[in-house]
């Protein structure tokens, strides 16, 4: 991971052949206890989505986990939102 680290990212998937408008959000977050939480969201564009969240001990595994949930999305097609 790049000294830079992703906070926030919001990725989108469109298709309109097959009807598709995706969103896919990736964050990373503390909680009260000092672990780094990888929160993510998806669902289709303007409607409420699932939640998924994964406690990591700390930021590096967070951010690590989050690059590979990046990567899988973008070998589906999603790109980051402009």
């Given at each position: 991971m790049?000294?830079?680290m992703?906070q926030?990212?919001?990725?989108d998937?469109r298709?309109?052949k097959?009807?598709?408008?995706?969103y896919?959000?990736?964050?990373?977050?503390?909680?009260l206890f000092g672990?780094t939480?990888?929160v993510r969201?998806?669902?289709?564009?303007g409607?409420?989505?699932?939640?998924?969240?994964?406690?990591h001990?700390?930021?590096?595994r967070?951010?690590?986990?989050?690059?590979v949930?990046?990567?899988?999305k973008r070998r589906?097609?999603?790109e980051?939102?402009?």
């Amino acid at each position: 991971m790049s000294e830079e680290m992703i906070q926030y990212l919001v990725l989108d998937r469109r298709d309109p052949k097959r009807n598709m408008a995706r969103y896919y959000v990736l964050a990373l977050e503390p909680d009260l206890f000092g672990d780094t939480l990888l929160v993510r969201e998806w669902g289709r564009i303007g409607r409420n989505g699932q939640r998924r969240v994964e406690r990591h001990a700390d930021a590096v595994r967070a951010a690590e986990a989050l690059s590979v949930w990046l990567a899988r999305k973008r070998r589906r097609g999603y790109e980051a939102r402009r």
